[in-house]
């Protein structure tokens, strides 16, 4: 398996200036996988796919690009809809057949 740098991961970059360290605005859907797969990001729960935490930051799934969440309200809904879902998921676990 490849090994993925952030180089490579990040198409688009916002904040560059003077100053400034670049902020990844999107990312392509392969280069996401292949963070999924390695366990460097994780979907917001089994069953809702859309969206990844990845490097301390949310991501939206449009068709084929990741784009980073950067309103601080969507942010806030993801954290408490991630824990919800942690709870959710944990409760379909312990009703499954053994």
């Known amino acids: ?53 990845f490097k301390d930051a949310w991501w939206i799934l449009d068709r084929d690009i990741w784009f980073l969440a950067d309103d601080e309200e969507v942010i806030a809904s993801l954290d408490s809809a991630a824990e919800l879902m942690r709870t959710m998921d944990a409760g379909v676990h312990q009703q499954r057949p053994r």
Do not use: C, H, N
Not at 16 to 26: I, K, S, V, Y
Not at 32 to 45: I, K, N, Q, V
């Open 1 to 53: 398996m490849s090994s993925m740098s952030d180089s490579t991961l990040y198409p688009a970059t916002a904040g560059q200036g003077e100053g400034r360290t670049a902020r990844p605005m999107e990312i392509q859907a392969g280069k996401m996988d292949e963070a999924l797969t390695l366990g460097r990001a994780w979907y917001l729960s089994e069953t809702i796919r859309d969206f990844v935490r």
